[in-house]
């Protein structure tokens, strides 16, 4: 993959930002939740806006270029990746398909710190997406908002939700629409936050809508295009994800390097016994692949090309190559694997939440596999 100057300049800039800012907090972050000092600090060193263009304050940067962020970030904390994710997808809904009042309202708010979140996910509609029961019926001066959301990444935390709610719910999937739901909105309620296994540092709710009064600018894009916008937006996503898998393994195979150069046994370091030594020939490559998956689909996406395929397929093999990859270095740390002393187990916590998000592995195969014996 060759970066051009100016990428391998954000590179760096996202990379020395998550050694000086990010790594020192995640660990606070696994024990005590979203770190709005952090946020802050992501905000002004203008990584927030990093996906939208100049003209609304951000960034100008492309597909490729909030990978190479997502993967960077991924290297110091799993959390904040999931966070960015989140927040990303959000506004890019809203910059792919809201009108140009829509782009002016929120794309500056989402530059400056405004936290954006996608809520798509119902307690009763996981995979099966298509199945949301959430309602939106139109009156006179607008909608009538209610339903539920469940999972949702930055919700507690956020300013904005991309709700997505039937509107002609005989039409199935383009009887979905999406809405622009402000935090403040009267009728909606944030439970309490989950206590997840991993990416603990990142926000996550249920939603409820109680009879939740929107005006008719609220509704984003084409009434019934809601569901295509979504999945149009999830490949996004999903070479996002690629990446973040492929920087959470990188950090997994740094810290058993480290451990595997200081620990000895049998009167030799560790790293000696090519036994051991082979895990990391392995790790290696699996991350070059990731890599490799990830930034093709980014840059065919950046050409305007379709990328569902690609983006599915990296996922795909980052997530379930990612798993492997944090098991295998935390077998480098024998008992100490265990501790929480040690900051591997974290991530072998943190990585396994990403097969599941945007799309789990067995819904990925459904479309690589489907496209493949399409074709
Ligand atoms: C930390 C976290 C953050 C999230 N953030 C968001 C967010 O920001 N926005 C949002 O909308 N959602 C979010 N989600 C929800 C996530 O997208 C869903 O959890 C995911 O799509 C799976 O849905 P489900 O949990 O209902 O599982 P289910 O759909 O009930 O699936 C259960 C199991 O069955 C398998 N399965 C289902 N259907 C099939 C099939 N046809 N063939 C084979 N196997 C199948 C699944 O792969 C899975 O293993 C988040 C989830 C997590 C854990």
């Avoid at 960034?59 to 994710?85: N, P, R």
């Avoid at 809904?93 to 809201?98: P, T």
């Amino acid at each position: 993959m060759q970066l051009t100057e100016e990428q391998k300049m954000l590179r760096d800039m996202a990379r020395e930002f998550t050694r000086n800012e990010i790594a020192p907090r995640d660990k606070w972050m696994d024990d005590n939740g979203f770190d709005w000092d952090l946020c802050k600090k992501i905000t002004k060193a203008g990584f927030m806006g990093a996906n939208i263009p100049e003209q609304y304050g951000g960034g100008g940067g492309g597909i490729v270029d909030t990978t190479i962020i997502a993967q960077e970030f991924a290297k110091g904390s799993a959390s904040i990746a999931t966070f960015m994710g989140g927040h990303w997808l959000a506004s890019n809904l809203i910059l792919e398909n809201g009108t140009e009042e829509q782009r002016q309202k929120y794309m500056p708010e989402a530059v400056s710190g405004k936290i954006f979140a996608f809520g798509l996910t119902e307690a009763g509609a996981g995979s099966d997406a298509a199945g949301i029961k959430s309602q939106a019926v139109e009156t006179e001066d607008g909608w009538l908002l209610n339903g539920s959301k469940a999972w949702i990444t930055n919700s507690g935390v956020a300013d904005y939700y991309i709700i997505l709610a039937m509107t002609d719910p005989e039409q199935g999937t383009a009887g979905i629409s999406a809405f622009i739901l402000p935090k403040d909105a009267e009728g909606l309620a944030v439970g309490k936050f989950e206590e997840k296994m991993g990416v603990r540092g990142s926000a996550t709710c249920e939603l409820a809508f109680n009879n939740i009064k929107l005006p008719k600018e609220a509704l984003l894009g084409v009434r019934g295009k809601g569901f295509k916008m979504a999945m149009q937006t999830l490949d996004i996503g999903r070479i996002s994800a690629a990446a973040v898998c492929a920087g959470i393994s990188e950090h997994a195979m740094n810290l058993a390097k480290a451990y595997a150069n200081e620990r000895t046994a049998f009167g030799k370091p560790i790293k000696a016994f090519q036994g051991l030594a082979f895990r990391f020939a392995d790790m290696y490559a699996e991350i070059k692949a990731m890599e490799l998956l990830a930034y093709e689909a980014a840059t065919t996406k950046d050409a305007g090309g379709r990328c569902t395929l690609d983006a599915a397929a990296a996922k795909l093999f980052a997530t379930e190559k990612g798993i492997q990859i944090c098991l295998q270095a935390q077998a480098v740390f024998g008992g100490n694997g265990m501790s929480k002393e040690y900051d591997i187990e974290r991530l072998v916590r943190d990585i396994r939440v990403w097969s599941v998000m945007e799309g789990s592995t067995e819904i990925l195969r459904m479309i690589v596999s489907g496209t493949v014996l399409s074709k």
